[in-house]
């Protein structure tokens, strides 16, 4: 791939990277909640009027540092803050796939290249 | 589309690690015919977009959220194979990292959106795209309906998911373990959201990027599986 469209991809991702708090504030903006099937434990009891038992097991088995996208797990709001710590997801986010996506093809590659 | 950890039985979880670890096996193996000189750097690129426009929450108005997923984009560059591997770092990070989607349910989200939607996205481009040139308009309408086609089949898979959980797993109250949307309300919910709007977002981001690649590297239209004269044939 030419040089100049590789970089001009990856200025594209890092533009939708500042723009992408849209995706935190518009939501809030419309009012709406959370995607179908994403709710968390107070929702569900709104809902069905009940927590449901196993869910109550599982549901807490993996603590994310950065939980929906904040810095500390507790959501800050669509506002400033929130917008920011959104972008800083998105930043890290975008890197570690990166990285590690890169570093699997490339593992692959080689791996093709010993068995050739 | 990200499934929760608490949402899928512990029979859901185990029977999709069952159905992926196979998966993921021969994507590691397949995965080259992708890979070809200088398609690494894409493949990172290709899941960083797709990470990064899965933060794009668009909403239906007093109702729920929902995003683009990309995998068809990764599909058709790099090929279904090496898109499954990307799909399944972003799933990956998405879940370890951020809490979107869940660790045991790890697998349920890669089955739908890193194998699924990247086969099936892929399926119907290369039938429309066909052999016509790079170029030509084919490439971008199969990108369109590849997108389409495969958020939406992903969406249809998801929500089987979420509907069979109360038939599985219910105590003698009928009070479901799990999920508790029964098949009759997850379908339509799921599938309805994206066969009307996030199926059309899906098929405009394909269709953009797609139209990018055609006008600047034409190049990366071609399958890894059509032989090219000026690529030499890798001995197997």
């Known amino acids: 791939m030419k040089e100049k469209n590789l970089k001009r991809l990856w200025m594209g991702i890092a533009l939708l990277v500042l723009l992408a708090p849209l995706g935190l504030l518009l939501p809030a903006a419309f009012n709406a909640g959370d995607a179908w099937g994403e709710w968390g434990s ?27 996208y904040t810095l500390t797990g507790n959501s800050a709001g669509s506002n400033i803050k929130g917008s920011l710590e959104y972008i800083f997801s998105g930043l890290l986010g975008a890197g ?17 290249n010993g068995e050739s | 589309m990200h499934i929760p950890d608490g949402y899928m039985s512990p029979q ?5 690690y069952a159905i992926m670890i196979p998966v993921w096996a021969a994507a590691a193996r397949f995965a080259r015919r992708g890979l ?31 995003h683009a997923v990309g995998a068809v984009i990764l599909a058709i ?42 086969f099936t996205g892929y399926a119907v481009y290369r039938l429309i795209a066909w052999r016509s040139a790079p ?37 003698a109250a ?34 953009l990027v797609i139209r990018y690649m055609q006008r600047n590297e034409p190049a990366y239209l071609i399958s890894g599986n059509q032989r090219q004269p000026t690529e030499p044939e890798v001995a197997l």
């Open chain 1, 96 to 112: 570690a796939v990166a990285l590690l996506s890169y570093m699997l093809g490339r593992w692959l590659a080689r791996k093709e």
């Open chain 2, 174 to 207: 009928g009070h479901a373990l799990y999920s508790p949307y029964p098949l009759e309300v997850a379908l339509p919910a799921m599938v309805l959201e994206h066969l009307l709007l996030f199926g059309p977002l899906e098929a405009v981001v394909t269709m």
């Open chain 2, 12 to 16: 859901t979880c185990a029977a999709t």
């Open chain 1, 42 to 68: 107070e929702e569900i009891i709104r809902r069905i009027g009940y927590l449901p038992r196993g869910m109550m097991k599982t549901a807490g088995l993996w603590k994310a540092p950065f939980t929906d």
């Open chain 2, 77 to 118: 560059l790099v090929g279904p194979w090496a898109a499954c591997i990307a799909l399944s770092c972003v799933l990956a990070v998405q879940a370890l990292f951020f809490g979107d989607g869940g660790v045991l349910a790890f697998a349920s989200n890669c089955f739908n959106m890193a194998f699924i939607m990247p």
């Open chain 2, 36 to 66: 070809r000189t200088g398609r690494i750097p894409l493949l990172a690129m290709g899941a960083a977009f797709s990470f990064v426009i899965m933060l794009f929450n668009i909403p239906i108005p007093g109702g729920s959220t929902g």
């Open chain 2, 135 to 171: 170029q030509s308009r084919r490439h971008l309408l199969g990108a369109a309906l590849g997108g389409y086609v495969g958020i939406t089949l992903a969406a249809l898979t998801t929500a089987v998911m979420f509907g069979i959980q109360p038939l599985l797993a219910h105590d």
